[in-house]
C-alpha cells in the first residue's frame, strides 16, 4: 500500500505542475511570468518530469502494478541522472547566469549563449551517458528479481553523484555571485529556496546510497528517498 500511495503521490504532483506550466504558457505575457523565461522553465518543467520518472520506475516494482516493461539503465541514467538531475541543475545554473548577466553586467542574452549552453550539456552528457551505458549492467544498475527493484552498482553510483554534485556546486557558486541583485519579483529568494530543498535531496540520496548500498530493497529507504525527490523536482516551478 505505502509503495501505491508513493507512486501516486508522483503522479499527482506531475499533474498539478503540469497544469501550473499550463497556466504559465497561458498567462505568459503577464509580466512577473514572463520575467521567469519560459522557455528556460520549459527545459525545467521537461527535467522534473522525467526526474520524477525516474526516481518511480527504479524505486518501485512498476511492472507489478502497471505491467510496464523498463530498463533501469534508461531510466536511472537518462531519466533520473542526466535529463533529470543534471539537466535540473544545469537549467538553474543557465538561469543564474542569465540573471547575472542581465541586472549584474546590464548585458543582452543572445541566442549565442542559449545554443553554447545546449552544446555543452550535449556534450557533457553524451561523454558520460554513452560510455556508462556501454558498460555491463552489473557494474551500472540492474533488475534484481529477487528485489523486484533496480539495484544500482558501487562504481555507477560513485560516478552518477559525482556529476551531480558538480553540477550542483557550481550552480551553488552562481547564487552566491547573485547574491547582491535585487529585483521586483524575487527571483533570486525563489532560487534560495530550490538551492536548499535540492541540496537536501541530493545529500541524503548520497547518504543512502553509499550507507544502504541495496537500498531499494528496504522500503523506508527508498520511500524517504523518493519523498525527497519529489521535493527537491516537484516543487521547483
Given at each position: 500500500?505505502?509503495?501505491?500511495?508513493s507512486?501516486t503521490?508522483?503522479?499527482?504532483?506531475?499533474?498539478?505542475?503540469?497544469?501550473?506550466?499550463l497556466?504559465?504558457?497561458?498567462?505568459?505575457?503577464?509580466p512577473?511570468?514572463?520575467a521567469?523565461?519560459?522557455?528556460l522553465?520549459?527545459?525545467?518543467?521537461?527535467?522534473?518530469?522525467?526526474?520524477?520518472?525516474?526516481t518511480?520506475?527504479?524505486n518501485?516494482?512498476?511492472?507489478?502494478?502497471?505491467n510496464?516493461?523498463?530498463?533501469?539503465?534508461?531510466?536511472?541514467?537518462?531519466?533520473?541522472?542526466?535529463?533529470?538531475m543534471?539537466?535540473?541543475?544545469?537549467?538553474?545554473?543557465?538561469?543564474?547566469?542569465?540573471?547575472?548577466?542581465i541586472f549584474?553586467?546590464?548585458?543582452?542574452?543572445t541566442?549565442?549563449?542559449?545554443?553554447?549552453?545546449?552544446?555543452?550539456?550535449?556534450?557533457?552528457?553524451?561523454a558520460?551517458?554513452?560510455?556508462?551505458?556501454?558498460?555491463?549492467?552489473?557494474?551500472?544498475?540492474?533488475?534484481?528479481?529477487?528485489?523486484?527493484?533496480?539495484?544500482?552498482?558501487?562504481?555507477?553510483?560513485?560516478m552518477?553523484?559525482?556529476?551531480v554534485?558538480?553540477?550542483w556546486?557550481?550552480?551553488?557558486?552562481?547564487?552566491?555571485?547573485?547574491?547582491n541583485?535585487?529585483?521586483?519579483?524575487?527571483?533570486?529568494?525563489?532560487?534560495?529556496i530550490?538551492v536548499?530543498?535540492?541540496?537536501?535531496?541530493?545529500?541524503y540520496?548520497?547518504?543512502?546510497?553509499?550507507?544502504?548500498?541495496?537500498?531499494?530493497?528496504?522500503?523506508?529507504a527508498?520511500?524517504?528517498?523518493?519523498?525527497?525527490?519529489?521535493?527537491?523536482?516537484?516543487?521547483?516551478?
Open positions: 500500500f505505502v509503495d501505491i500511495f507512486i503521490l508522483g503522479a499527482v504532483l506531475m499533474f498539478l505542475n503540469t497544469l501550473l506550466f497556466y504559465v504558457l497561458w498567462y505568459r505575457h503577464y512577473p511570468l514572463r521567469k523565461n519560459i522557455k522553465l520549459g527545459i525545467l518543467y521537461l527535467s522534473m518530469m522525467l526526474w520524477c520518472l525516474g518511480i520506475g527504479t518501485f516494482n512498476v511492472d507489478g502494478y502497471f510496464f516493461t523498463s530498463s533501469c539503465l534508461l531510466l536511472a541514467l537518462w531519466s533520473r541522472i542526466l535529463v533529470g543534471f539537466m535540473f541543475a544545469f537549467v538553474h545554473i543557465f538561469r543564474l547566469y542569465v540573471y547575472i548577466r549584474k553586467r546590464r548585458q543582452k542574452v541566442y549565442v549563449q542559449y545554443l553554447a549552453a545546449a552544446i555543452l550539456y550535449a556534450v557533457i552528457i553524451a558520460y551517458g554513452i560510455p556508462v551505458t556501454l558498460m555491463h549492467n552489473k557494474l551500472t544498475v540492474m533488475f534484481v528479481p529477487e528485489f523486484q527493484t533496480c539495484v544500482y552498482g558501487q562504481l555507477f553510483s560513485e552518477s553523484f559525482g556529476i554534485w558538480a553540477a556546486l557550481a550552480f551553488l557558486v552562481m547564487a552566491y555571485m547573485a547574491r541583485i535585487n529585483t521586483s519579483f524575487k527571483e533570486y529568494k525563489e532560487m534560495l530550490i536548499v530543498l535540492t541540496s537536501i535531496s541530493i545529500a540520496q548520497t547518504v543512502v546510497h553509499h550507507v544502504v548500498r541495496e537500498y531499494t530493497a528496504y522500503r523506508w527508498r520511500i524517504t528517498s523518493t519523498f525527497f525527490e519529489y521535493l527537491a523536482s516537484q516543487t521547483s516551478l
